[in-house]
């Protein structure tokens, strides 16, 4: 039977098993809004902001395994989503983003509404389409669908012309999909893994690092059976947490510009380096020149060739899936006959006790003034350590990941590439629909939480019964540290003046407001609002203004150069 | 270094504008970029001539591998290959400078495409070197305007880019 492009649009997302699409209508995608009015299946989430859909497809994916979907109208309402689509980028999350664009005959004239889509969002896609006939319809969103959570994931947007989605052909969705320029290596070369595992034999000081691409590759299990096999230390990127289970004895906890001393001083001084699913960003091995200062052999395993060498150089590079090559090299060490150098792990696990024994995340706690980390320990213990945790970004952010120990993957939910304010509450909108009934808590600052407070109005409408964690400090918190530190105390536009009352904020959407100020009443107010398992609760928590995030490795300094808490 | 690095794409829409879209975004040099459809019309060939140290030229491979419409790339630099530019030049051909241009249009393998009472369009074929030593034999006052194509590479005997 002939289809017109929106019903063969809705008949490939129900194909694909997608359950929700988080949208925003307009003039280019009404034939689209009508066919998904005319079915059950695709369920719709109604956004406030283009931006949060996007979000919210994002913490949909990361939240689970599967494509995140965004639809929204031409010229604004795709211009609103580019900064979701780059937040996905930055991190590699699999998402469809479906545009409108004007008709056809339209293009190239100035027309309403019409914005160059697939030029704007050129640099931060993993690959994108303008569908000009109908007839390509079904198998670009087959593709489309395919590139986004194939290889390194990554958005891909789909630009449809209003004309496209009215006109018919015959449908029919393809159950395969061969793109002859694109072939991602899954599995690893047997001679490096052999090499590798060799190698990590013979470590006298042996470092896992894991990142991002444990957690998207659906790996822990593997990660923390070869961890424990080689008798290493583990670290996680601030993506990668989860990936590795918090409350293991292996584990030294994150690295990088705000990572633990044990793990920025294992990172430095071992000998060999296992690298899996992490890029080596500049906000993880802060001066490369200072990284690199003293030899190290390491090991790279990652999907994309190109995040290779592409900071540090490497010495077996281990191009292939996470789980995958985790298996094999697991593989290959427990046939080998040769065990790892006890003697010598026994004097690094000293030296990393060492370490840790500098307890670099320890802080003061107080009766007067609410410690921003006192409050995310709090968090842990009420939820068990069993919440689905997102966050915007700043000081807070950092506190979250700290101190909220997080035993599995795909839990811990927050932008580290592009460090987008404005991620957290749409982002939980996400989590929450793909598990309903779990505990959903967004961690997130005064001032990032106004990025997209609109979407308070979404959580209502859909029985979202997220709790908002407000660490209110009134400060641009992490813009005001490296004021102080850096910019000799000029703390210039970072105040946050005229703060709206929060509590009458959450009343005036229909949620629960809870204010709290002291201390002491941070346990009970978080287990009242968890306890209303029902309702979105938002708590604004008074934090001491001038907490500051530690330890900290300045931009440009290397690991070992760390500022830790003035009073240790 | 100076590398020149041939690639195959798809001949989709935008293909160029990915591949040109990299090259700013990443901060990479481009020395000179040609591109036409193949003997297989769903595909492009393309030359790009760049210059960096060893990594960036690795990760210029790496990520023009990366965009889902490049089918192939090799640095043709890494072996044995042949380089061939054209260019147009139009001089001012007056009195004794037509003699005199002529004859170095001969020397250097070029033709005169186009003749007029006051000018020569010269077309000259070869690596780029010798198109400069050309145009730094002749009068310089006498040069009115050049077009040239940037290279195209391909690699020698068995070197060969396909699927
Ligand atoms: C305020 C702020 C402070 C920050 N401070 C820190 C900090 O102190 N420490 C820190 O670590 N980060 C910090 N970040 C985050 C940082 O900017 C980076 O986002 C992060 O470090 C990157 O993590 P990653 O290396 O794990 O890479 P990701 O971005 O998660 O990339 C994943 C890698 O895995 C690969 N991959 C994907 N899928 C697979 C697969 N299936 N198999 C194999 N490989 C795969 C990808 O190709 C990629 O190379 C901060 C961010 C902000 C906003
Ligand atoms: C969209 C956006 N704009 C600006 C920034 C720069 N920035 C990073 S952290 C930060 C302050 C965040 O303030 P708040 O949300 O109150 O968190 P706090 O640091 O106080 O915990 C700013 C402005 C950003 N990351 N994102
Ligand atoms: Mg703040």
């Known amino acids: 039977m002939e289809l017109t492009g929106a019903e063969i649009t809705i008949r490939c997302l129900q194909e694909e098993g997608v359950e929700y699409v988080f949208g925003y209508p307009g003039g280019a995608v009404l034939f689209i809004y009508d066919e998904l009015f005319k079915q059950e299946k695709v369920k719709h989430v109604l956004v406030r902001h283009e931006q949060a859909a996007v979000h919210a497809a994002d913490g949909y994916a990361r939240s689970t395994e599967k494509v995140g979907v965004a639809l929204v109208t031409s010229g604004p309402g795709v211009t609103n989503a580019v900064t979701g689509i780059a937040t996905a980028y930055m991190d590699s999350i699999p998402m469809l983003v479906i545009s409108g664009q004007v008709p056809t005959s339209f293009i190239g004239e100035d027309a309403f509404q019409e914005v160059d889509a697939v030029g704007i969002t050129r640099p931060c896609v993993k690959h994108n389409f303008l569908v000009k006939d109908v007839k390509d319809l079904a198998s670009t969103l087959k593709k489309a669908f395919y590139l986004a959570k194939s290889g390194r994931p990554g958005p891909v947007l789909v630009d449809i012309p209003k004309d496209v989605s009215n006109h018919k052909v015959e449908f029919e969705y393809p159950s395969t999909v061969n793109i002859r320029s694109y072939h991602p290596q899954t599995t690893g070369d047997a001679n490096l893994v052999k090499q590798a595992a060799q190698m990590l034999l013979e470590a006298k000081r042996p470092m896992v690092y894991a990142g991002g691409g444990v957690i998207l590759s659906d790996a822990s299990k593997q990660l923390t059976e070869l961890v424990r096999l080689i008798d290493a230390p583990c670290t996680n990127t601030l993506m990668g947490l989860g990936g590795y289970p918090a409350s293991d004895k292996q584990f030294v906890g994150m690295l990088g510009m705000h990572g633990t001393y044990e793990a920025n001083m294992g990172m430095q001084n071992c000998d060999v380096l296992l690298a899996v699913g992490a890029r080596f960003d500049d906000r993880v091995i802060g001066n490369v020149a200072h990284f690199n200062s003293v030899p190290r052999k390491i090991i790279h395993l990652d999907i994309d060739p190109a995040s290779i060498s592409k900071r540090v150089k490497v010495d077996v590079p281990l191009v292939g899936d996470v789980g995958s090559v985790l298996t094999d090299l697991i593989k290959v060490l427990k046939s080998s006959k040769q065990k790892p150098d006890a003697a010598a792990h026994k004097d690094w696990w000293k030296q990393i006790d060492e370490w840790r024994s500098a307890n670099s995340l320890s802080y003061k706690n107080s009766i007067e003034l609410i410690k921003p980390q006192f409050v995310i320990e709090t968090l842990h213990k009420i939820t068990r350590g069993d919440a689905f945790i997102t966050s915007d970004v700043g000081q807070h952010q950092m506190w979250a990941a700290q101190y909220y120990k997080f035993d599995k993957p795909r839990r811990w939910i927050n932008s580290g590439g592009l460090g987008t304010m404005g991620f957290g509450l749409p982002a939980a909108m996400g989590v929450q629909l793909a598990h309903p009934g779990e505990t959903v808590a967004c961690v997130t600052g005064e001032g990032s939480i106004q990025m997209n407070i609109q979407e308070l109005s979404t959580c209502k409408q859909f029985n979202l019964p997220i709790k908002v964690i407000a660490l209110n400090n009134r400060y641009l918190g992490m813009v005001r540290q490296w004021q102080e530190f850096f910019h000799g105390n000029r703390y210039s536009q970072s105040y946050m003046d005229a703060l709206p009352d929060f509590v009458k904020l959450a009343e005036a959407y229909g949620h629960v407001g809870i204010l709290v100020e002291k201390p002491s009443d941070v346990e009970g107010a978080l287990q009242e609002a968890f306890a209303r398992k029902d309702e979105l609760v938002f708590l604004d928590f008074r934090t001491d203004s001038t907490e500051n995030v530690y330890p900290m490795v300045p931009g440009g300094k290397g690991l070992s150069e760390v500022i830790l808490a003035e009073d240790l | ?163």
């Open chain 2, 1 to 163: 270094m100076r590398h020149i690095i041939s690639l195959l794409m798809a001949n989709e829409a935008g293909a160029l504008s990915r591949v040109s879209g990299l090259f700013s975004a990443r901060g990479y040099n481009i020395e000179s970029l040609t591109v036409a459809p193949t003997e297989d019309a769903t595909l492009s060939r393309m030359t790009i001539v760049t210059r960096g140290s060893d990594e960036v030229i690795e990760q210029i491979n790496k990520q023009l591998n990366k965009l889902v419409d490049v089918v192939s790339v090799m640095d043709l630099s890494d072996g044995d290959h042949i380089e061939r530019e054209l260019m147009l030049v139009k001089v001012r051909a007056e009195g004794a400078d037509r003699e005199e241009l002529k004859r170095m249009s001969d020397i250097f393998r070029g033709q005169v495409i186009d003749v007029s009472d006051k000018t020569y369009t010269i077309e000259l074929t070869g690596a780029g070197s010798k198109l400069d030593s050309f145009l730094q034999a002749i009068d310089r006052k006498l040069i009115l305007e050049t077009v040239r194509t940037g290279a195209s590479g391909i690699g020698r005997g068995e070197r060969i880019l396909k699927i």
